[in-house]
């Protein structure tokens, strides 16, 4: 089985501060991760994922994620925050890649303060 | 490349009434369909997972004669909420995975349905 948890449901960031939003798995196999980022009303979008073919993974809008296997984390980043950054930010884990079940945390609220 | 469209992207309906949800791959074929609820400030809970030609596969506690799901093509899936009440209203989100494409979900915008 797999899970993931997401430390903290609200993070405020001022307007060109690090980002960091934090993301601990479980998993029974080796995991595929992923970060999504959900705006207003609208679907999700991916960020970035892993697949185990590297442990820093860049993905888009400026973001990366680190994949610790000792830390079981994988905590996204973004050095600068901007504005249009404000969104709900999802984990998730997969066993398969996401072929099938994705199993996503309850999400964190990133506020930017300007 | 990868889109996913659901249509409507908003419905309202009356206590008792059906809605259909369509979900779309627009330009790749999608074996496998996936459908999310949402309630407000939560995360998504997978309900169903529907791979074409065949039934769906409903996570537990899903009632699947109240939710039902469709997948007659490659493009097309389809989530029906028969008898919809109040407790219905969610945001309802679909995604599919391209064949053969490395294992990422590619999601629709959502529906928004709201039961009076």
């Known amino acids: 089985a797999q899970s993931v948890t997401q430390l903290g449901s609200h993070v405020s960031v001022s307007e060109g501060a690090l980002v960091l939003l934090r993301c601990n798995y479980s998993?029974?196999?080796?995991?595929?991760l992923f970060w999504y980022v959900q705006y207003p009303n609208q679907g999700l979008q991916l960020l970035l994922k892993y697949t185990s073919a590297a442990t820093l993974v860049k993905g888009i809008n400026g973001f990366e994620a680190e994949f610790k296997k000792s830390e079981t984390s994988f905590h996204l980043t973004k050095p600068s925050a901007h504005m249009s950054d404000a969104a709900e930010y999802f984990c998730a884990v997969s066993a398969d890649g996401g072929y099938q079940k994705v199993t996503f945390g309850i999400g964190t609220k990133l506020q930017v303060i300007p | 490349g990868a889109v996913v469209s659901q249509h409507p992207s908003w419905v309202i309906c009356k206590s008792g009434t059906s809605v259909k949800i369509e979900c779309r791959s627009l330009d790749f074929q999608a074996t496998t369909m996936f459908w999310y609820r949402q309630f407000p400030k939560q995360s998504l809970m997978l309900m169903a997972t529907s791979n074409e030609g065949s039934k769906a596969t409903y996570e537990q506690g899903v009632e699947k004669d109240k939710f039902l799901i469709n997948h007659a093509s490659l493009t097309l899936s389809t989530l029906t909420v028969t008898s919809a009440h109040p407790e219905d209203s969610s945001f309802y989100i679909c995604s599919a995975t391209r064949d053969r494409g490395g294992g990422e979900q590619y999601f629709g915008p959502g529906t928004r349905l709201t039961v009076t």
């Open positions: 998993s029974s196999v080796p995991p595929y």
